[in-house]
């Protein structure tokens, strides 16, 4: 079955850093664009950023630029997301997908959703 599965979440306090990764099994996503999303209680999932097959392509919302950092490894079949000086607000779980677009910032852009990771931010 393919799917992609993300780790490395959990709870830190502001200004704290994570690192997720988003690990790819039963397929490769050779090619694809990779994205991550985000979604808070009872809020739309949110998108983060994304990282074409190129990793030199990199592109982020607004609301993480200059903090979160994506980054991949074609030969692990692995996505990162180094996130940095965190706040609050980046309090959600995260999810991982894989788009067929370039630059696909929309949900309905990806596929091979991850069950995502709880990242949580206290202040």
């Known amino acids: 079955q393919e799917q992609l599965v993300e780790s490395g979440g959990g709870l830190v306090q502001a200004g704290g850093s994570l690192r997720l990764s988003c690990a790819a099994s039963?397929?490769?996503?050779?090619?694809?664009?990779m994205g991550w999303f985000r979604q808070a209680p009872g809020k739309e999932r949110e998108f983060v950023g994304g990282?074409?097959?190129?990793?030199?392509?990199?592109y982020y919302a607004d609301s993480v630029k200059g903090r979160f950092t994506i980054s991949r490894d074609n030969a692990k079949n692995t996505v990162y997301l180094q996130m940095n000086s965190l706040k609050p607000e980046d309090t959600a779980v995260y999810y991982c997908?894989?788009?067929?677009?370039?630059?696909?910032?929309?949900?309905?852009?990806?596929?091979?959703w991850g069950q995502g990771t709880q990242v949580t931010v206290s202040s």
């Open positions: 039963g397929r490769t996503f050779s090619g694809y664009t």
């Open positions: 990282i074409g097959w190129n990793p030199d392509r990199t």
């Open positions: 997908a894989a788009s067929a677009y370039s630059s696909g910032s929309r949900a309905y852009e990806y596929t091979g």
